[in-house]
């Protein structure tokens, strides 16, 4: 069972770079998938296989083996290594769980601050202006949803390039690219692999929402020259808004404008390849853990004398 539940520990530290590359070559769209959900299932796993180490380090110690009803002692691995496993796993769950249980309370905290002043302004529509000195735009989920934007922000752009961010805030609304974010800021707080991937997941959004704004604008070098216009505008400003609120000047702008330059090219055949090894390592992990954990029923029945072999 040790080994088994050891792989999805230690996938996960393969899946950035395959991440950075899965973004490179798949369609922005595509990747936000691929990446975000191999990404949550190899968190699962792995919160899976230290819960695992522990239950087996739970049930080494005679007052759980008693509440456990074990009439036999549990058979694992030596408990050399039983033990100091369950631990590590028992630290590493705290912190996850603390670290996890701040972030989110602090993010609540700023949606409801965000919400609040968003429903005290006129709204046209979805947009709501704020009169501020500080050049800031992004999308606010919730019901209904709503584009925030400074007044700062509608100053430091033309007519035809305000048209063009509000098309990308639009595009993360409607592409629920915050439970993107959501997902992938959980999995960063489950896996310390999985940290920079939360930038990844982050410029996937971000590429799917240019791409969507250029399509409805139809103008692709228009768009570009409302994403560096507004981002070159908001650098020195310090922004209030949620950490999970999407925004056309997040993640690096330079990046995503060239893109945007560029001619759109068709995946290549190593792209399905990168995804393939993403959507491999997720499985492989989630087989593991869950094999694991069969298993150690398996052997608590044995330990409780339910089955005799």
């Given at each position: 069972m040790t080994a088994l539940l050891l792989l999805p520990l230690l996938l996960p530290w393969a899946v950035p770079g395959l991440a950075r590359r899965a973004l490179d070559r798949l369609a922005p769209v595509t990747a936000l998938w691929v990446i975000t959900v191999s990404s949550v299932v190899l968190a699962g796993c792995s919160v899976a296989a230290l819960g695992g180490f522990v239950l087996t380090g739970l049930l080494k110690l005679p007052v759980f083996a008693a509440l456990g009803e074990l009439v036999r002692p549990l058979p694992?691995?030596?408990?050399?290594?039983?033990?100091?496993?369950?631990?590590?796993?028992?630290?590493?769950?705290?912190?996850?769980a603390s670290t996890l249980a701040r972030a989110a309370f602090k993010e609540v905290r700023a949606f409801r601050s965000a919400r609040t002043e968003a429903g005290r302004r006129p709204a046209a529509g979805d947009l709501c202006v704020i009169d501020s000195p500080h050049p800031d735009a992004y999308a606010l989920p919730g019901r209904p949803h709503r584009i925030v934007v400074t007044t700062a922000m509608l100053r430091s752009l033309d007519a035809a390039e305000r048209e063009a961010l509000f098309a990308h805030e639009r595009a993360h609304n409607q592409g629920g690219h915050h439970y993107f974010l959501a997902a992938a800021e959980l999995a960063a707080h489950c896996h310390p692999?999985?940290?920079?991937?939360?930038?990844?997941?982050?410029?996937?959004?971000?590429?799917?929402?240019?791409?969507?704004?250029?399509?409805?604008?139809?103008?692709?070098?228009?768009?570009?020259?409302?994403?560096?216009?507004?981002?070159?505008?908001?650098?020195?400003?310090?922004?209030?808004?949620?950490?999970?609120?999407?925004?056309?000047?997040?993640?690096?702008?330079?990046?995503?404008?060239?893109?945007?330059?560029?001619?759109?090219?068709v995946p290549r055949r190593t792209a399905t390849w990168i995804a393939a090894l993403l959507i491999a390592c997720a499985t492989v992990s989630f087989v593991s853990s869950a094999t694991g954990m069969i298993d150690f029923h398996h052997r608590v029945e044995i330990a409780q004398g339910e089955d005799s072999r």
């Open positions: 694992t691995a030596s408990d050399l290594v039983v033990v100091p496993a369950a631990a590590v796993s028992v630290g590493a769950l705290a912190v996850c692999a999985l940290r920079p991937v939360r930038g990844t997941i982050r410029l996937a959004a971000e590429r799917a929402a240019d791409e969507a704004a250029a399509a409805a604008v139809g103008d692709r070098r228009l768009t570009a020259r409302a994403i560096a216009r507004a981002a070159l505008a908001g650098q020195e400003a310090r922004s209030v808004r949620p950490d999970l609120a999407p925004a056309a000047t997040a993640g690096p702008v330079p990046h995503r404008v060239k893109a945007l330059l560029a001619v759109p090219s």
